[in-house]
């Protein structure tokens, strides 16, 4: 198990601003939880989260982030959308999903510039 990439935490915290039950999840999984794997599907990222001691019983709800949650994300034209998803199994998965029809397997999201927006569109400074 690895460490949160800062594009997670980013993604994380965005997320965590949606409601009280919200943040206590976010928090839990940020500052206990580790990243179990990581997978490019080329149409976006998803990574599980194991929650850490004692944050198993936070995520047993199955249910999904609702709130529009963006990044904009370099040498993506229209970024990424962000759910985060609590599985009956106590495992988190968070999906960054392409809004655009774009490959992101070319995309080092480890060390990709990006920013939180409030809607779809580039990173600013995108020299894609």
Do not use: C
């Amino acid at each position: 198990m690895t460490d949160f990439w800062p594009l997670e935490l980013a993604a994380l915290e965005a997320i965590g601003t949606e409601s009280a039950e919200w943040a206590a999840i976010v928090d839990q999984l940020s500052k206990r939880g580790k990243v179990r794997s990581r997978d490019n599907t080329g149409g976006g990222i998803f990574v599980e989260i194991e929650p850490g001691p004692g944050g198993t019983e936070i995520v047993r709800k199955r249910q999904a982030s609702q709130k529009d949650v963006w990044l904009s994300v370099e040498r993506l034209d229209h970024g990424l959308g962000i759910i985060l998803h609590l599985k009956g199994d106590g495992i988190a998965l968070l999906e960054g999903y392409a809004v655009g029809l774009q490959d992101t397997l070319k995309i080092d999201f480890e060390r990709a510039r990006f920013e939180v927006t409030n809607k779809p569109g580039p990173l600013a400074t995108n020299d894609s």
